[in-house]
């Protein structure tokens, strides 16, 4: 038996996808952006609006 024989296929597994935050517009232009990306068929776009939107930041609420 070779070790190629024994390795498994791989098995595509979805990225999770960033989620924009609630009444902020710039996230919410994102998200539109990117599922109009999605519709045409424009996966670099996708990640690109993706990646935007984990990177952009939000102020950290303090609980009191």
Known sequence: MTSSSLTAPA???????PV???GCDV???????????RATGSPITVRQCSQELANHPHRKTERA
């Open 11 to 17: 098995i595509h597994v979805p990225a999770l996808e």
């Open 20 to 22: 924009p935050v609630d």
């Open 27 to 37: 996230c919410g232009a994102l998200s539109r952006q990117r599922e109009a990306a």
